[in-house]
Antibody, heavy 121, light 113 residues
Framework: QVQLVQSGAEVKKPGSSVKVSCKAS????????FNWVRQAPGQGLEWMGG????????KYAQKFQGRVTITADESPTTAYMELSSLRSDDTAIYYC??????????????WGLGTLVTVSS | DIVMTQSPDSLAVSLGERATINCKSS????????????LGWYQQKPGQPPKLLIY???IRESGVPDRFSGSGSETDFTLTISSLQAEDVAVYYC?????????FGQGTRLEIK
């Protein structure tokens, strides 16, 4: 069972950027794809985008296009999500979710514990 | 975008009784080429990340109790808990992963009656 270890909570000012990391406890670049899902306080789950590290293929939700950048490093296997031009309504828990195999189109088999990002002046 | 609509929004069931949650997609999530429904079910307890229960609409994830089952095809799906246990209190989400943007239902809150 792989664990996804996310970076710690962040407090950001409106207009700034945040970068959250997600490191897989085992496996290689070839074993997973990674998605980012956020959850605002008391709200549901919202997919932001995903990456297949082996191919460098990235897909973004239209809502976040132009504001979000998802990348990955091979060693160690780590995915990143950077969100820019932060607003107060970006305050949420940001989850990394792993799909086993080289496809974004799979169930989210593994989840990180989440990273709370608070946007406040 | 594929819209996922769950019903009901909340549900109260007695311990040991059956709980049924429905999920409807705005378009089919069945891929004819491999005859798979790209539909998953997740359980989220307070303060925890979601946990995968069911994938390909009806395959139980390893370690998930067999009281959980998924059924349905194309646009209509159901998650059934055959005999509700106290530890099943949670919010349940369906998800389609057949196309981007990947989308989730709004969630169904399950409580004990």
């Amino acid at each position: 069972q792989v664990q996804l270890v996310q970076s710690g909570a962040e407090v950001k000012k409106p207009g700034s950027s945040v970068k959250v990391s997600c490191k897989a406890s085992r496996g290689t670049f070839r074993d997973y794809s990674f998605n980012w899902v956020r959850q605002a306080p008391g709200q549901g789950l919202e997919w932001m985008g995903g990456i297949i590290p082996l191919f460098g293929t990235v897909k973004y939700a239209q809502k976040f296009q132009g504001r979000v950048t998802i990348t990955a490093d091979e060693s160690p296997t780590t995915a990143y999500m950077e969100l820019s031009s932060l607003r107060s309504d970006d305050t949420a828990i940001y989850y990394c979710a792993g799909v086993e195999g080289i496809t974004i189109f799979g169930s989210f088999d593994y989840w990180g514990l989440g990273t709370l990002v608070t946007v406040s002046s | 975008d594929i819209v996922m609509t769950q019903s009901p929004d909340s549900l109260a069931v007695s311990l040991g009784e059956r709980a049924t949650i429905n999920c409807k997609s705005s378009q089919s999530v069945l891929y004819i080429s491999n005859n798979k429904n790209y539909l998953g079910w997740y359980q989220q307890k307070p303060g925890q990340p979601p946990k995968l229960l069911i994938y390909w609409a009806s395959i139980r994830e390893s370690g998930v109790p067999d009281r959980f089952s998924g059924s349905g095809s194309e646009t209509d799906f159901t998650l059934t808990i055959s005999s509700l246990q106290a530890e099943d209190v949670a919010v349940y989400y369906c998800q389609q992963y057949s196309d981007t943007p990947i989308t989730f239902g709004q969630g169904t809150r399950l409580e004990i009656k």
